[in-house]
């Protein structure tokens, strides 16, 4: 699986970005798909994922409320809506696919984010 990323840029607090990934080479069909995040000088985060099958879609307790996660099935393209934006939001986001049945984790090229405040 191929995962490319995009959406990112500069935006100021308050403001709303939505991230796009999109898969080739397969489906995400089988896998939790989702997206991770760093800051700089921080270690990589979690933020929110699924599973393509159908499930509890999970958010970290600090994006709830404000960024939600869906799916274009026909696209086979995962989206990351963020809304009420922070500085802290500012990060390099990575789009994320994980089968743990066939023990594969994928990740996609990271698209920045920066909030100003």
């Known amino acids: 699986v191929q995962l490319q990323a995009s959406g990112g840029g500069l935006v100021q607090a308050g403001g709303s970005l939505r991230l796009s990934c999109a898969a080739s080479?397969?489906?995400?069909?089988?896998?939790?798909v989702g997206w991770f995040r760093q800051a700089p000088g921080k270690e990589r985060e979690f933020v929110s994922a699924?599973?393509?099958?159908?499930?509890?879609?999970r958010y970290a307790d600090s994006v709830k409320g404000r960024f939600t996660i869906s799916r274009d099935n026909a696209k086979n393209t995962v989206y990351l809506q963020m809304n009420s934006l922070k500085a802290e939001d500012t990060a390099v986001y990575y789009c994320?696919?994980?089968?743990?049945?066939?023990?594969?984790?994928?990740w996609g090229k990271g698209t920045l984010v920066t909030v100003s405040s």
């Open positions: 994320n696919a994980e089968s743990p049945t066939l023990g594969v984790h994928y």
């Open positions: 080479g397969r489906s995400f069909s089988g896998y939790i």
């Open positions: 699924f599973r393509w099958s159908g499930g509890t879609t």
